[in-house]
């Protein structure tokens, strides 16, 4: 076997970077940390224009097919732009119309009734000889009332602590707001000049990559964008025809919060498997506030409605669409929660389907990441 010595070299090289990485290793993860700081607005607006890029690229393809020159043609990737960003600014002014002003009722109305809920608890607790009497006394003898507005009026009025609180919210909110107004930028030019990078990406590739390992690199990107293409689809419409589902049934069954629950319902179905459960939860605790008995009524309808949707609504839209076992969701959803939290749960599903995609063409012979004379015909 002949060893050159550029292969010896690079070996080399990579050796003495990664004694490097391991040797000051505090030193490298303050310096990966800042790097993913500096590029967490580029990826962010990645993530934009891609989930804006399926709406947009709906709407191109409707907004006057035909014409290829002229005014249409010139005006077509501008005004699909601005309608795609409109109709998600508007699917998000809604959800906040129809969350907000019940959320703030719920909210009043649970500091209204904490103090009877307390002194209830603790009859309770006396009559099952839960506490001792002289402590029953103690806390029947306290006004909750009182000290609850105490308590708010105490968080509301520290001037030291609540300057700094506020300077430091501030501080953060700001550099936030700069943040996703960088990555809404960087979205723009994306998807204004897609077709154009897209070209570009296409010719680093073939000039600096060997045409085998660019194909292999375009079929596993391809499957990517096909798995989360596939999996943002059927979730937002499986989440929509969830809400929906949960508001009609709620209103014929005369609930209170019908509407915020249900879009409330909707938002976090977005969270596979486990976000249905997550709405219901907090749906049937802004429930119990107004009437317990409400409150078992919609847990029933919602053990009902889960049913129906496990087993006809989540298979023929999100199961069949990105093709991933029921075992396989659960697992993604798992790692990718504890990995990353309720990003990952998103992340989580498309990506493993991918993985399986491609795990699964490889073992039939049927995929491109092998050699041509290795597929079966």
Known sequence: MKIEWKSCFRVGVSAFILFLCIYYWSTAASFLAALCGAFYPLVLGFMFAYI?????????????????????????RTVCMLGSFLTVLAIIAVIIWLVLPQFVSCVKTIFDLLPGAIEF???????????????????????????????????TSGVGSIVST??????????????????LIFAIYLLLDKDKLKAQSSRVMQRYVKSS????????????????????????????????????????????????????????????????????????????????LKALIFIIFII??????????????????????????????????????????????????????????????TGKLRPAKEQKP
Not at 56 to 66: A, T
Not at 125 to 154: F, G
Not at 313 to 341: D, E, F, K, R
């Open 52 to 76: 804006v890029n399926i709406l947009m690229s709906f709407y191109e393809r409707h907004y006057m097919p035909g014409k290829t020159d002229g005014f249409a043609a010139k005006s077509r």
């Open 121 to 155: 608890l603790v009859d309770k607790a006396e009559e099952y000889n839960l506490i001792s009497d002289n402590y029953a006394e103690l806390l029947t003898s306290v006004d909750w009332e009182s000290k609850i507005e105490q308590i708010i009026k105490a968080l």
């Open 166 to 183: 506020v300077l430091q919210t501030v501080s953060t909110v700001a550099s936030a707001v700069v943040t996703y107004i960088m990555g």
């Open 213 to 292: 390992v660019c194909e292999k690199i375009r079929y596993v990107l391809s499957v990517l964008d096909d798995c989360f293409h596939r999996f943002i689809v059927g979730q937002c419409t499986e989440a929509v025809i969830l809400g929906v589902l949960c508001t009609l049934g709620m209103l014929l069954l005369r609930l209170p919060y019908a509407t915020m629950i249900g879009a409330f319902m909707a938002f976090t179905a977005l969270i596979p498997v486990a976000g249905a459960w997550i709405g219901a939860g907090v749906g049937a605790f802004m429930i119990l506030t107004e009437s317990p």
């Open 304 to 365: 009902i409605l889960q049913n129906l949707e496990n087993n006809f609504i989540y298979p023929h839209v999100v199961g069949s669409s990105i093709g991933l076992p029921g075992i396989w969701v659960l697992a993604a959803v798992t790692v990718g929660g504890g990995l990353m939290g309720v990003f990952g749960m998103l992340l989580g599903v498309p990506i493993v389907s991918a993985i399986y995609r491609l795990l699964r063409e490889d073992m039939d012979g």
